[in-house]
């Protein structure tokens, strides 16, 4: 197969910031990144990241709980 096109890092970073301002969680933009590429630990790191900056947690010695956070349920 002849290679049509070389994307750039530059291209992987800018279809990147574009999928994060439609309100993607996370991306993977990259050469060898496949579409389910750690899909589910990545998006489940960014909505718990995302919840805590949300509801401004405090954390306790480091730990909250996940099942609160991917509830909504923050104290």
Sequence with gaps: MKVAEYVTPEKFAYWKQVAEGMGFLYVASGPLVRSSYKAGEAFIYNVLK???QDFNVKDINGVQ????LLLGKIQ
């Design 65 to 68: 709980s996940v099942e609160s």
């Design 50 to 52: 995302q919840r805590k």
